[in-house]
Antibody, heavy 119, light 108 residues
């Protein structure tokens, strides 16, 4: 069974750094891209970027380029989303999602990680 | 970047009636269009891909149509569990993709 299990909720202060994770299981982790999607409170889905764990090829949405870093550790089947300096506007639910092998349609999703940034 | 625009923002429909949701792309995405359903407190669920192919386990009352820049999701006879937010997503420029802003389907 394919599963994406994300790390738990985080409460941080502005300016702090953060790295959240998404562990894949039940499939060949290095053979599928993993994407990250932001959902701000009461708002829609925003595609942030995507990584191919097999070779760490990473693409970002222009809106998120330079704002976050996406990485993966294939030895432990885990993808990451990190911030070097959080802002209050980073408060959101963050989902990882796995597309199919041939098309970027997300048929498997993590449960989401809620990040709250507040002073 | 391809921009996806959904309409209306909110749609009020009575159970048993038909709902029609629209999605427009700022440039052609061929048939590389998917629809997702999201209920409160849950991750999105894939409904339709390839503009018109239902994902595994999706009831036949859900159907998608369109190509190029204009797409439609139709729910033929609304059930109580269908009231949710629906998002379209284009995936024409692999592996980049973008979502629409969503349509909230509410009970009339």
């Amino acid at each position: 069974e394919v599963q994406l299990v994300q790390s738990g909720a985080e409460v941080k202060k502005p300016g702090e750094s953060l790295k959240i994770s998404c562990k894949g299981s039940g499939y060949s982790f290095t053979s599928y891209w993993i994407g990250w999607v932001r959902q701000m409170p009461g708002k829609g889905l925003e595609w942030m970027g995507i990584i191919y764990p097999g070779d760490s090829d990473t693409r970002y949405s222009p809106s998120f380029q330079g704002q976050v870093t996406i990485s993966a550790d294939k030895s432990i089947s885990t993808a990451y989303l990190q911030w070097s300096s959080l802002k209050a506007s980073d408060t959101a639910m963050y989902y990882c999602a796995r597309p199919s092998m041939t098309e970027v349609i997300y048929d498997y999703w993590g449960q989401g990680t809620l990040v709250t940034v507040s002073s | 970047e391809i921009v996806m625009t959904q309409s209306p923002a909110t749609l009020s429909v009575s159970p048993g009636e038909r709902a029609t949701l629209s999605c427009r792309a700022s440039q052609s995405v061929s048939s590389n269009l998917a629809w997702y359903q999201q209920k409160p407190g849950q991750a999105p669920r894939l409904l339709i891909y390839g503009a018109s192919t239902r994902a595994t386990g999706i009831p036949a009352r859900f159907s998608g149509s369109g190509s190029g820049t204009e797409f439609t999701l139709t729910i033929s006879s609304l059930q109580s569990e269908d009231f949710a937010v629906y998002y379209c997503q284009q995936y024409n420029n692999w592996p980049r993709n973008t979502f629409g802003q969503g349509t909230k389907l509410e009970i009339k």
